[in-house]
């Protein structure tokens, strides 16, 4: 045989089970004198415990093979190769790997009889301890020539037999290395077979409308299989299944693993999938859910599946019984959802390993067996005979949720998950979108194509009147959403107005708490003089011959100045009613107090006889001590200010695994030092850790990561992974709310003097070598971003932007790309990046919305309205439509605008009295007054405009003046204009046109003589006509 045996993993096993055999206790293993084990050949039964126990020690088979394990020795009676491939088991026996072991004695059976071999057996077993109770598998019932001729004379021997099963499934059930190696292989085709061939194939399905059987979804997993592409790697002929692959869907569910494929039809509902794959004899299997067009009651019950799933990984630990980890599950659904106890299944999940299904080591109320360290279970936990009241026909109102994955039970913390894959629900449902708008488009192409050029026009507004009521559609949801709007912030904000915030003000700063502290014995506050002391911050200024403290804080300024044969200092002070005053700063309240405004100190500046410096240089000394002491003071203060409202995290749990994610060669925005440095990140328990190369750690948790942002580099110089945190964290000394890690890809700069060529190879190489980098990077970081989402549990999501959704503005200081995710508008490939959260947003107004313009303005107001205003500038107009239609797809109001506004005076108007904001229409003053309701366009933009008594002042003069103009000559102007229209259409000269004005000015007079003038009427005329007639007059 080419085969070989591991001669270390079988003695350590076999080390393991006569170990376990003498230290039982409780019956049947310490009842045991011997243990039996014989395999025969059945083709139809897949798992047994003999074939798992030979499997375990050996890594292979043995067929029509009789073991004996005794006290003593440990005899085998098998045909010839098997045999030759034992012969390392006593080759191979060494002090170290078989210590206290039996011998292993070989025996060779014959093809005939083997009578005498067997009363050799039957001998060893009864020198065997006491040599009447045998331990065998009694639920294996294997029939072979050779194995009937066995059990014939074992029977004949008449030993008492105990069934082992459960014994021996518990001791085999903690995995070795090497075992959870394979496992994880086995489980790594799972996942790639079950997301590349039975996801993609139902998506298909689903796009197609096509019918297909269940059975053939079966076979369809099986046969991928065959395929090297979907096997990462392993070798064909070391895979199978588990069993038949299960597609359950129609309303009929059974949550079994029994059960096969029926031939019924896919039904677009709830589609349940069960595979699992085997990797050299070791086990793999999941469970999932698809759901198409789901309810949202079907998605909260899935959501709450998921939680209990969870749940079962963290209560599985070493030492914990299977029936208190059931028992937990079960309390919590009679807590949170008592209705859906009875749709629960029976158990939540088996150990599993060489056998699929470990019946002593189920999860159910009663199990008493504790998990250990490096067990493997197979958690699958459903809810069966759920009703959906949405469902219209019966295929749609019975439905089931299923889920299952594998996790491994580790030394501390929750059991570790294998199966990693996402199943959040949004994951796993498949909304069918209303495809009548397409349908609607392709069939007028196509009438186009076949109608020509005189169908088109009709065609043209069939579209039109579609486009308008698009419009029609979007122009009522945001009046409703201003409804909401308005009645929304009315009760946040009362129902925030009644718990107000004390603003924080700071405690005085004294000098000396005593006398005593004051440094008397100091030369210059003898001599009186100006003395620093920088210990206390506090400078002692002599007053009326008495050295008189002031802290650092209550310094305003100083100057210094020198006029003739003196120099002066000034020092002006901080006092009550002064313009300029600290914020939060609080004086002394007593009656007696009295503030100094300003101290004046004079010196002569020329040198006085017998002295070595001028009187001034006290005056100049103090003035640059002053200086840096004050500059000190601010400095902290500074820090202080920074530190504020600063959170403490928790603690990083580092994880001890040598395969944690992790990415190298990152650099960190903000920089940790002046330098900027590489490091790598990596993902741990709770939070991730970033090192540079200098040895700097930066810890984020995931808890504080409020959006988590991946930013592949397409069409982008640099890729990043952006976190924006709920709490900020000191950097250096500076606080910050944005972290990010960040590597670049090609060149950032481009040399125009280089004179290149299209073809320049050195070019195409280069260009080459950069789309396989990009591409390189984009698989890293996404392989990374998965992993830590697994990681944390779903405690951390990274969201991506919509690039075709993006637009260009200036947030901050220079132009840039714009994007939305699905929680935020961002940018993060500049610094300092822009990160708008859309659920904060309260509303969007636009600002210089007109039709001149080639750019407008957005303005974010939050719901949070002491926070400023985030001010987008220059958005190209060509974007404001795309906008609009996103903001309204995300329930966001919004509203637009002529002129830009005082937002600051705004909201501190709403926050002084929000109550009679809030009566006098709220956010409506934005809004038209036409609110769509057919008045003219010209007045529903100078009624929206705050201002129009200011900024339309110009426009209505220059009306009225016009009107005043034309109002002299009403009467002559409309019969010109009469006139005019009907000469000019039948092409009349100068001359005709000229002879028509001489007679109608004629009748004007004349008609003037008869009737007294008639009363102006202002209104709008078409002055140009009015105007070419009195050219003509002239």
Partial sequence: MSISLDKEAFFRRLQKLYTTWEAATDAPLEKCDAVVVSMGTDEDVVYSKTTALQTWLCGYELTDTVMVFCKQTITVLSSK????????AVSGRTDENANGLPNVELMLRDKENNEDNFVKLIQTIKESKNGNVIGQFHKDKFSTKFIDSWKEALGKAEFESVDISAPLAVLMAPKDESEITMM?????????????VFKENVKDVIDADRKVK??????????????????KGTDPTLVETCYPPIIQSGGTYNLKFSVVSDKNTLHFGCIICMFGVRYRSYCSNVVRTLMVNPSDEMQSNYTFLVELEELIFEKLKPGVRLCDVYSSVLAKVRSAKPQLVSKLTRSFGFAMGIEFREG??????????????????NINIGFENLTNPDGEKSADKNYALYVGDMVLVTDEGPATLITRDKKKARNISIFLKDESEEESEEEEESANALLGRGARSALVKEKTRQEISSEVKRQNHQRELRMDLNKLAKERIMHNSGSVESSKVKKSNVSYKSRSLLPVKEPDIYDLKIF??????????????????????????????????????????????????????????????????????????NRVPGRSEPPAANLQLSFRLIKELQKKFKTREDEEREKEGIVKQDKLVINPNKANPKLKDLYIRPNIAHKRMQGHLEAHTNGFRYTSVRGDKVDILYNNIRHAIFQPCDHEMIIVLHFHLKNAMMFGKKRQIDVQFYTEVGEMTTDLGKMQHMRDRDDLYAEQAERELRHKLNTMFKNFVDKAETISRGEIEFDSPFRELSFFGVPVRSTCLLQPTSAALI??????????????????????????????????????????????????????????????????HYTEGIQSLNWGKILKTILDDPEAFFEQGGWSFLEPQSDGEGDDSDESESDFNPQSSEGGSDEEGSEDSDEDYSSDDEGESDAYEGSLGSDEESGKDWDELEEEARRADENKNNHEEEQPQPTPRKRKRDHSSHRKSAKRRR
């Fill in 827 to 892: 940018n993060i490939v500049e610094w300092p990046p822009f990160i708008a959260t859309l659920d904060e947003i309260e509303l969007v107004h636009f600002e210089r919305v007109q039709f001149h313009l080639k750019s407008c303005d957005m303005v974010i107001v939050f719901k949070d309205y002491k926070k400023k205003v985030e001010t987008i500038n220059s958005i190209p107009m060509q974007s404001l439509e795309a906008i609009r239609e996103w903001l309204n797809s995300c329930d966001i």
């Fill in 184 to 196: 994880k292989r086995a489980a790594g085709v799972t996942l790639e077979i079950y997301s590349k």
């Fill in 214 to 231: 269940h059975s053939k979804m079966s076979e369809l997993i099986e046969k991928a299989l065959e395929d090297k592409t979907h096997l």
């Fill in 360 to 377: 002593a080591l189920l999860i159910n109320a009663k199990n008493q067996v504790k998990a250990e360290k490096g067990m493997v279970f």
């Fill in 81 to 88: 190769k098997k045999i030759q491939f034992l012969k390392d």
């Fill in 532 to 605: 620093i002391d920088k210990k206390y911050e506090t400078i002692v200024l002599p007053l009326f011959g008495i050295p008189t403290p002031f802290h650092i804080s209550t310094i305003k300024n100083i100057s210094m100045s020198t006029e003739g044969d003196y120099s002066y200092l000034r020092i002006n002070f901080f006092c009550p009613g002064s313009t300029i005053v600290k914020e939060n700063t609080r004086f002394p309240s007593t009656d007696d107090a009295m503030f100094i405004k300003e101290l004046t100190y004079r010196a002569l500046a």
